[in-house]
């Protein structure tokens, strides 16, 4: 029988040692990296008229218990960013896609202008994104949903000044249960693939310019409570489907 002989013990134990804190170092550079994410979004706000992040957001204590901030138990790492509501006047950093283990977002009820950062939409585990009320401008990913976001549950981007057509890759979201893009300026047609978001539950498109037919494949949304088109350029005949 093989068997191992004192050296080679030593050098598995060795080898053992270096792997774990080769591993223990990258877990406290990602920590640091959240941290450091955290510190862009604060430096990209030109008004805090709360004064919350500029007095919370300090580097001298634990950015998890930072207002706003919730970590996981297990590894320390943002999982959810709350900062709605804190009248807060800047931009979004493209940083804030480095988020790697964030499951929500909401930055609602604000004053954020500027693109939203496209490395928002490659985020992996995001259930829960939430930009209403605020002036952000800019058109949505036409790939948003090809590569990543495949648990996103809710998205809520309404009353903002975004543009362009809806991708039809948001049909390949299929875990939505809330969509709510009204009041903004989308244009083109509401797109057919909609009808794939069978846990969709609610849908809001109303106040764009959108224009052409409401598509049949609406009917397929089984589970849908509210619906709410109004308010665009909508025409042709309303399927009977939409009675499903």
């Not at 499951?103 to 939430?130: C, D, Q, R, Y």
Request: with cysteine.
């Amino acid at each position: 029988m093989d068997t191992f002989s004192p050296l080679s013990l030593l050098s598995l134990l060795i080898l053992l040692f270096t792997c774990l804190n080769l591993s223990a170092a990258h877990n406290i550079t990602q920590i640091k990296s959240d941290e450091s994410i955290l510190l862009a979004l604060k430096s990209h706000i030109t008004l805090d008229p709360f004064n919350i992040l500029k007095n919370n957001w300090t580097s001298g204590t634990s950015f998890c218990t930072w207002i706003g901030v919730t970590c996981d138990s297990r590894y320390n790492r943002v999982t959810q960013l709350n900062i709605s509501y804190m009248g807060l006047v800047g931009t979004l950093p493209r940083e804030i896609g480095n988020l790697s283990f964030l499951v929500s977002l909401n930055a609602s009820h604000n004053s954020f202008h500027g693109l939203i950062p496209p490395s928002i939409f490659n985020m992996s585990f995001l259930e829960v994104l939430a930009l209403k009320n605020n002036s952000l401008s800019s058109s949505l990913p036409l790939d948003m949903c090809i590569h990543n976001l495949h648990r996103l549950k809710w998205l809520r981007i309404s009353y903002n000044e975004l543009y362009g057509e809806i991708p039809s890759s948001l049909g390949q979201c299929s875990q939505l249960e809330y969509l709510s893009l009204f009041n903004n300026t989308f244009t083109g047609f509401v797109p057919t693939e909609i009808g794939n978001l069978t846990k969709l539950q609610e849908l809001f498109l109303s106040e764009n310019k959108l224009t052409g037919p409401i598509p049949s494949t609406i009917g397929n949304l089984s589970n849908l409570v509210y619906l709410d088109l109004g308010y665009n350029n909508l025409n042709g005949e309303l399927s009977s489907s939409i009675c499903n």
